[in-house]
C-alpha cells in the first residue's frame, strides 16, 4: 500500500481552502494510506474527514534542538509520496528531513516542483490546483461536506450569522462591534434573526452587538468547527471580516458579504463558495470607514 503524505499546517481559512486538494489526491490515490500532518488546532477535524487514514500534529522542531530534530524525522521518513499544501519555509525545510522523496511543493530540489512564477499572485484556490496540476492531479472537484456536521442549535429560520472577530493581532481586520450591532439590528427589522459566532475570547464582541440588539444569539464561544459549518447550510446569509470561519461558511454554501481592509488582499485570499464563487466583497483603506448602510446595501438582494 502505498504511503502518502499531505501537509498543512494552517490557518483555518488555509486549511478550508485545501478541502478541494484534500479529496482529490484521495481520489487519485484510493488504495494508498494518506497521512495529514497539521497542528493540533485542525487534528481532529482531520480525523473526522474522509481523506486521511491518519493524522500527525506537526512537531515544529528547533533547528538547533537535535531531539526534536530526530522527533520530526521520524515522523517525516518512509513516505513514498509528499503533497505540500503549506509550501512555506518551514515545511520545504522538512523535504531533506523526510529523506527527499518525490515532493510536490516549492522546496528546493523537489522532485513535482510547483513552478509556476505566478504562484505568489494567486489565489489560494487556483494556487493549490494549479500545483496538483503540475503534480499530475487534472481535477480537483467540489469536495462533498456532508461529514461535517455538528450540534443542531436551537436557532429557528430564518437567521444571519454574523462575525465579528478576526486574528487579535491584526485588529485593522475588524469591522467595529458596534457597526455589527447596528447591522444586527437592520436584520432583525427584516425578519433575520441575527447570530453572532465567535470564539470565547472574542465574547465581548458579542456583547457589543447585544446591546444594540439584545435579540441577537450570542454564539461566541460555543462552537466547534462542525458546528459552524451546520448552522452555515441554513443561514440566509453571512457578514464577517476576513477570518477563518467565514471560509468555513462560504464553503458550506452560504451566500456571504465580507468586509476587508487594506491589511490583506481579496484577491489572494477571500473566502470561495462550493463551486468556487466569490463572496460580495466589501473593502475599504480603514473599516472604520465603511459605514452601515454601505454593508446592507450589499446584502443578497430581498435583505
Not at 164 to 191: D, I, T, V
Not at 279 to 303: F, I, K, N, W
Request: aromatic share 8%; charged share 20%; proline share 10%.
Amino acid at each position: 500500500m502505498p504511503r502518502i503524505l499531505v501537509i498543512r499546517l494552517g490557518a483555518l481559512g488555509d486549511f478550508v481552502q485545501s478541502f478541494g486538494p484534500f479529496a482529490a489526491i484521495r481520489g487519485n490515490h484510493p488504495d494508498a494510506c494518506i497521512t495529514l500532518l497539521t497542528t493540533a488546532p485542525f487534528a481532529e477535524l482531520g480525523r473526522r474527514a474522509p481523506w486521511f487514514d491518519r493524522v500527525e500534529i506537526d512537531a515544529r522542531p528547533d533547528w538547533w534542538h537535535p531531539r526534536r530534530l530526530w522527533r520530526a524525522r521520524a515522523q517525516l521518513r518512509g513516505f513514498d509520496l509528499v503533497y505540500d499544501l503549506q509550501t512555506s519555509s518551514r515545511s520545504s525545510r522538512y523535504f531533506r528531513l523526510a529523506g527527499r522523496p518525490p515532493w510536490s511543493g516549492i522546496a528546493p530540489g523537489c522532485s513535482l516542483p510547483h513552478a509556476n512564477p505566478a504562484r505568489e499572485t494567486m489565489h489560494t484556490r487556483e494556487r493549490q490546483r494549479d500545483q496538483l496540476a503540475m503534480a499530475g492531479i487534472a481535477e480537483v472537484p467540489p469536495p462533498d461536506l456532508s461529514w461535517l456536521v455538528g450540534a443542531a442549535f436551537d436557532v429557528a429560520a430564518p437567521f444571519a450569522l454574523l462575525v465579528p472577530g478576526a486574528a487579535p493581532s491584526r485588529p485593522r481586520k475588524r469591522w467595529p462591534a458596534e457597526r455589527f450591532g447596528e447591522l444586527a439590528s437592520y436584520l432583525l427589522a427584516r425578519g433575520l434573526t441575527p447570530v453572532v459566532l465567535g470564539s470565547a475570547a472574542e465574547a465581548p464582541l458579542a456583547a457589543t452587538i447585544r446591546r444594540t440588539c439584545p435579540a441577537a444569539r450570542d454564539l461566541a464561544g460555543a462552537t466547534s468547527i462542525a458546528d459552524i459549518a451546520g448552522l452555515a447550510r441554513r443561514a440566509t446569509l453571512a457578514v464577517g471580516n476576513d477570518t477563518g470561519p467565514m471560509h468555513l461558511i462560504a464553503a458550506a454554501g452560504c451566500p456571504c458579504v465580507v468586509l476587508f481592509s487594506a491589511d490583506s488582499d481579496p484577491a489572494l485570499t477571500a473566502p470561495r463558495g462550493p463551486m468556487g464563487e466569490w463572496p460580495t466583497v466589501l473593502r475599504v483603506a480603514e473599516l472604520a470607514d465603511l459605514g452601515v448602510a454601505r454593508v446592507a446595501a450589499a446584502l443578497p438582494r430581498g435583505h
